[in-house]
């Protein structure tokens, strides 16, 4: 299983920027996939992250300005991040919880992280 994440940038303090992170290979289903950042010098958070049916979880710091969503058919998941800000600057990977076509309960795969920088 492998996960490719893209959309990362530099960008202005209040401008805008799309995150993707696409999941391939051997998937039967993935239950939970989600991003996550880890800024210089701090340990890694949750972002945003959904389950298959829909439930959406964001973290505090990005209510109101970071749009979730997931295309199930297509293993794929986006991050819309508007109004960013310095303190969002950050390395941020995806995540899923997959179950492989041989079976299990379901690991953890990450993808390669991809950099947002909030600079002015």
């Known amino acids: 299983v492998q996960l490719q994440a893209s959309g990362g940038g530099s960008v202005q303090p209040g401008g805008s920027l799309r995150l993707s992170c696409t999941a391939s290979?051997?998937?039967?289903?993935?239950?939970?996939m989600g991003w996550h950042r880890q800024a210089p010098g701090k340990q890694r958070e949750l972002v945003a992250t959904?389950?298959?049916?829909?439930?959406?979880i964001y973290a505090d710091s990005v209510k109101g300005r970071f749009t979730f969503s997931r295309d199930n058919a297509k293993n794929t998941v986006y991050l819309q991040m508007n109004s960013l800000k310095t303190e969002d600057t950050a390395v941020y990977s995806c995540?899923?919880?997959?179950?492989?076509?041989?079976?299990?309960?379901?690991?953890?795969?990450w993808g390669k992280g991809t950099l947002v920088t909030v600079s002015s």
């Open positions: 995540k899923a919880r997959v179950i492989t076509t041989t079976g299990g309960a379901g690991m953890d795969y």
């Open positions: 290979g051997s998937i039967f289903k993935i239950n939970v």
């Open positions: 959904a389950s298959s049916g829909g439930l959406t």
